[in-house]
């Protein structure tokens, strides 16, 4: 048995020293090839400027509805462009700073504030339709159906508020980790159900009228 011992470390001794002389093979050189879908800049445009963005904001977005796309900065900017030329339509100064958003359906574009409130402006013109306040940071884009504006906020509650003046329909919660991912996922509209992800790994459907647990 020692002497077996004795001759199986040697060999793995021995093993280890070819392997370390071994020249290891390089890498293969990058090869270059040609681009087989030409892209084409139509326009661009900014919204919130400054040099410094100290803060990621993962919440903010651009959304389409009715030929214009909509997008906001965390100083509070908006913007609405055409989505065929790129013609700013207009531009409006919330005052708030936006982290959520926006989402535009149904003539209604909803934004979200770190500070826990929620705004929907007028699509055609950008004037200010309602604003509430859910009392909690928003993270996430809301999801906007004929009736109800839905909202997800960190604090693990989803929001149903009324889309004609923005009064709180209904709450559903789930309890939220001590400790999680800086972040909230998007609620989803199917037929008369809101869906939405929580930070403890359950998927949650609603009731859109009651807000009951489908």
């Excluded at 708030?96 to 149904?106: I, V």
């Amino acid at each position: 048995m020692r002497v077996w011992l004795v001759g199986g470390l040697a060999a793995l001794l021995l093993l280890g020293a070819c392997t370390k002389d071994k020249d290891v093979e390089p890498p293969a050189q990058l090869v270059e090839f040609p681009a087989k879908l030409p892209v084409q800049k139509l326009w661009g445009d900014k919204v919130g400027g400054g040099k410094k963005q100290m803060v990621l904001r993962l919440g903010l977005g651009p959304a389409i509805d009715d030929g214009v796309v909509f997008a906001a900065s965390h100083k509070g900017e908006v913007l609405a462009v055409s989505l065929d030329t790129g013609r700013q339509v207009w531009m409006k100064k919330t005052k708030l700073p936006l982290s959520a958003g926006p989402a535009a359906a149904a003539g209604l574009v909803v934004f979200g504030s770190s500070k826990g409130t929620v705004l929907a402006l007028d699509g055609k013109t950008g004037q200010e339709r309602w604003r509430v306040n859910v009392r909690s940071e928003l993270l996430s884009a809301p999801a906007i159906g004929e009736k109800v504006v839905v909202i997800r906020s960190v604090d693990g509650r989803l929001h149903g508020l009324n889309a004609a003046d923005g009064k709180e329909l209904w709450s559903a919660e789930q309890q939220v980790p001590r400790l999680s991912l800086r972040g909230t996922a998007i609620p989803v509209l199917a037929k008369e159900m809101a869906i939405c992800g929580f930070d403890n790994g359950k998927v949650m459907a609603v009731s859109l009228s009651t807000g009951d647990t489908v």
